[in-house]
């Protein structure tokens, strides 16, 4: 899968699922799924390799990227829990490792 048809596959999914679009932490969410079907070995592991890694790229603080992130997945908490049927807390990085299951 070629990187601008992930990116394409993101978006959609996103959208569905009802994230913010109008959202800073939208476009983080983006890359931070993209970035983690490449190296997904790295960002397996804790979220503040992510935060760090969508900070340095967007030329931002790691405490803009988790906040602006957090913001723009709050209304998609209660279709996440619903399309993955999934019974426990909906953390960052439950959505991330639920999205890149659903993308890669």
């Given at each position: ?37 490449k190296e997904y070995w790295k960002y ?43 019974k426990g807390s909906i953390t960052t ?12």
């Amino acid at each position: 899968m070629t990187s601008k048809n992930r990116i394409n596959n993101i978006q959609k999914l996103l959208n569905e699922l009802g994230f913010k679009i109008d959202s800073l932490g939208y476009q983080y969410w983006i890359y931070a799924i993209n970035k983690s079907c490449k190296e997904y070995w790295k960002y397996s592991y804790t979220m503040e390799i992510v935060y760090n890694d969508v900070a340095k790229f967007y030329k931002t603080t790691r405490d803009r990227v988790e906040r602006c992130m957090r913001h723009a997945s709050i209304n998609a908490k209660a279709f996440i829990r619903n399309k993955y049927n999934y019974k426990g807390s909906i953390t960052t990085k439950v959505i991330l490792q639920l999205l890149v299951r659903e993308v890669f």
